[in-house]
C-alpha cells in the first residue's frame, strides 16, 4: 500500500466538471485533513470514476486498488481526499480520507477479520496492518481516513479541533477566494498550499513542485508550472466540455515583484503568438496556437490568476504551442 503515499504527492490536478456538483454531505472533507499537509486532492469519485479522462488524472485505478483492499466496493464511496506532508517514507505524514454510503463499523471489522490488529491512541480505536504498518481509522460512521500511522492520528486531531485541520491554512484560504467557483462545485480539487515554514525554504518548495510535476503525467499543467517557477500556493481547476477542457489556475507567489514578472512574461508570449503568420502551420500546430490565444492573465497583487480553454489531446499530451 506504500503507493498511497506517492499518489498522494501526485495532487497537481484540480478538476471540475460544467454543470456537476460535490455531492450534498455535510462538512468539506479538508475539515478533517490534517494542518501540516500540503498536498491535497479531493474528488468526487461519483463522477470520476465514471469518466475515462478523469479517472486517469486521479489515478483511478491505483484507487481502486485500495479500496479493494480495505473491503470497500467503489460504487459505496462518494468522496474522498489524499493528502501529504511531502515526506516520501511510512513516518511521515500522509493518508486518505473516504466518505460514502458504506458503515465504517463493517469496514473495521472485516480488516479484524483479515489480521489488522485494534489499537487505541488518544482515546481513539486505530487499525493496524501487520504487512506494512498501514493504519485505519473511523472518523464517524461513514468517514474513515487511512493511511501511516501518524497521518491517521493528525486526522483525528483534525477532528477533534477545527485549528489543527487543513482549513486552517491561510494559503488555503487564499486561493479558494481566487478561484472563479465555489470550493464544494468541484468535483475534483487539487491544491498545494505550503506552511509558513515550508515557504521560508525556497529551494525545498521548488524541488517538491517538481516531484508534483514528473508524477502528475499531464504535461501541459506541468509545463505550465515551469513557466510560473516558485510559488508559495497552488490551485488548479479543469472543467470537461466535451473534448476541451477550460482550465483554470492560482498561484500564490512568492512576492508581488514575481507576480509582476510572470503575468508580463506570459502576456508578452501570448501577444507574440498572436500576430505570428499561422496560414501555413499544420492543424496540429494551428490548435496549440488556439490553446495560447485563450490564454488570459489576471494579477492581484501577488496572486496570479490564469483561463484557458485546452484540447484535449494538449492537455493529455503536454503541448502548449508548437
Not at 483492499?69 to 489524499?82: F, G, K, R, T, V
Not at 454510503?101 to 473495521?108: A, E, L, P, R, W
Not at 487511512?146 to 486561493?175: C, D, H, M, Q, W
Not at 510559488?231 to 479543469?238: P, V
Amino acid at each position: 500500500m506504500r503507493r498511497l503515499f506517492i499518489i498522494a504527492l501526485v495532487c497537481i490536478n484540480l478538476l471540475s466538471f460544467t454543470g456537476c456538483s460535490r455531492r450534498g454531505s455535510g462538512q468539506s472533507l479538508t475539515r478533517f485533513i490534517p494542518v501540516d499537509s500540503f498536498a491535497v486532492l479531493l474528488v468526487n469519485w461519483t463522477v470520476a470514476s465514471k469518466d475515462e479522462q478523469l479517472n486517469k488524472i486521479v489515478k483511478g485505478r491505483e484507487i481502486e486498488k485500495i479500496l479493494a483492499e480495505l473491503n470497500i466496493q467503489s460504487d459505496a464511496i462518494a468522496e474522498l481526499a489524499m493528502f501529504s506532508d511531502g515526506q516520501s517514507s511510512t513516518a511521515g505524514n500522509s493518508g486518505m480520507l473516504l466518505r460514502g454510503s458504506y458503515k465504517s463499523h463493517d469496514v473495521t471489522e472485516g480488516l479484524k477479520n483479515k489480521g489488522w490488529t485494534e489499537q487505541v491512541s488518544e482515546g481513539s480505536k486505530f487499525y493496524m496492518n501487520p504487512t506494512d504498518n498501514t493504519c485505519l481509522s473511523a472518523l464517524n460512521s461513514n468517514l474513515i481516513v487511512f493511511g501511516t500511522r501518524a497521518g491517521v492520528e493528525a486526522a483525528i486531531r483534525a477532528t477533534a479541533s477545527p485549528r489543527t485541520s487543513f482549513a486552517a491554512n491561510n494559503s488555503y484560504k487564499k486561493l479558494t477566494s481566487n478561484l472563479t467557483g465555489r470550493q464544494e462545485t468541484y468535483p475534483v480539487l487539487m491544491m498545494v498550499a505550503f506552511s509558513q515554514s515550508s515557504q521560508d525554504k525556497a529551494e525545498t518548495a521548488l524541488q517538491v513542485t517538481s516531484i508534483l510535476t514528473d508524477l502528475a503525467g499531464i504535461g501541459i499543467l506541468g509545463e505550465l508550472l515551469n513557466k510560473i517557477g516558485y510559488m508559495r500556493g497552488l490551485a488548479c481547476t479543469i472543467s470537461r466540455k466535451d473534448n476541451s477542457f477550460p482550465v483554470e489556475f492560482v498561484a500564490i507567489m512568492k512576492d508581488e515583484s514575481s507576480a509582476t514578472f510572470v503575468s508580463g512574461a506570459l502576456n508578452l508570449l501570448k501577444d507574440l503568438i498572436g500576430i505570428a503568420p499561422q496560414g501555413s502551420l499544420p492543424p496540429s500546430d494551428q490548435e496549440m496556437v488556439q490553446n495560447l490565444k485563450s490564454i488570459s492573465i489576471q494579477r492581484k497583487r501577488e496572486v496570479l490568476s490564469i483561463r484557458a480553454v485546452l484540447a484535449a489531446r494538449a492537455l493529455m499530451a503536454g503541448h502548449l504551442y508548437p
